[in-house]
């Protein structure tokens, strides 16, 4: 049974990419491959016909005129709105949620200003913590904020014991909480998910191993949660889990598709451009053409692009 990578091996890739970045062997490594789409391999658009409104829900902007957090380990090369709204005419999506990095910490500055660039057809989740005052997560919201990332893989700025006390802080806004958590945190915390007073969207397939059946503990919960319309899962990241790999993540399909028989209502697709983790970029046109066969028809993918996140983001 395959299982996500751990919290070490997530640093070791960061770290990997934090030098390369810094390193002159960046350029013709990295940059050489991303001439055409700034981190994104290829260079073909993607085959797939998007309906209109199609909704990029995880992706990231970094810029260096915001300073990191002290102690951030996931850096970042500029990875800006003109970069990002050349990929969206490469893909053929129009809407699209930012997610502020964890190298930013608690501060949102970056993520609102490429709100403000991107305007009404955008979206963003923050991180705070339990230090935001009401009047910061007002003018969050009217910056077009809907939601609240808890990147505990990460071992980011923001706890367990802070997830409850700012959901009801939030439920009036509308808000939801985004997680990433380990397999363990999951479900050594199940109760406290279940009984949140806002929904949960998992990260990244919500770090369900591949092979996992219905009876595996974190299928059945996280299932149980989607059922129930308590949750919803993003199908981001193939890349982080899979040993197949490009270009067909084949081994990544059948959870995709048990995901989808399931509970399609209750999913979101997101590119994770500019794709963090990774020192050698994934294309991205050829990761929305993988995802598309997953969801089967054009219906269900008007239902994961389109009218899921017009419901969780108030589109």
């Not at 850096?75 to 809407?95: E, K, S």
């Not at 970029?281 to 017009?310: F, I, Q």
Request: proline share 7%; hydrophobic share 45%; charged share 20%.
């Amino acid at each position: 049974m395959h299982t996500p990578p751990s919290r070490r091996q997530f640093l070791r890739r960061s770290a990997a990419l934090a030098a390369a970045v810094g390193s002159a062997a960046y350029a013709p490594s990295l940059l050489a491959q991303e001439a055409a789409y700034a981190h994104s391999a290829g260079s073909e658009r993607a085959s797939v016909s998007l309906p209109a409104d199609a909704c990029d829900c995880h992706m990231h902007i970094y810029d260096d005129r915001f300073p990191w957090a002290p102690g951030a380990k996931l850096l970042h090369p500029n990875a800006t709105v003109p970069m990002y709204r050349r990929l969206q005419q490469r893909l053929g999506t129009t809407r699209n949620v930012v997610v502020t990095p964890s190298a930013y910490g608690v501060d949102n500055r970056c993520t609102l200003d490429a709100l403000a660039q991107l305007g009404s057809s955008a979206r963003g989740v923050a991180v705070v913590n339990d230090a935001v005052t009401d009047e910061e997560l007002q003018r969050l919201h009217r910056a077009g904020v809907r939601g609240l990332r808890f990147n505990l893989a990460l071992g980011s700025v923001t706890t367990v014991a802070m997830m409850e006390p700012l959901a009801r802080r939030v439920a009036p806004l509308g808000w939801h909480l985004q997680i990433n958590m380990s397999n363990d945190d999951l479900l050594a915390n199940r109760a406290l998910l279940a009984r949140l007073a806002v929904p949960v969207v998992f990260d990244h397939f919500a770090r369900i191993p591949l092979q996992a059946t219905a009876a595996h503990p974190v299928f059945d919960f996280v299932g149980g949660l989607m059922r129930e319309q308590r949750a919803s899962v993003k199908l981001s990241g193939a890349y982080l889990y899979s040993k197949s790999g490009a270009p067909d993540y084949a081994d990544v399909a059948p959870l995709a598709r048990a995901l989808v028989q399931l509970a399609p209502t209750q999913l979101v697709w997101g590119s994770d451009w500019p794709h963090p983790t990774e020192p050698h970029k994934p294309d991205d046109a050829r990761l929305l053409d993988v995802m598309s066969t997953w969801l089967g028809s054009p219906e269900t993918l008007y239902t994961v692009l389109v009218a899921n996140p017009a419901r969780l983001y108030h589109f």
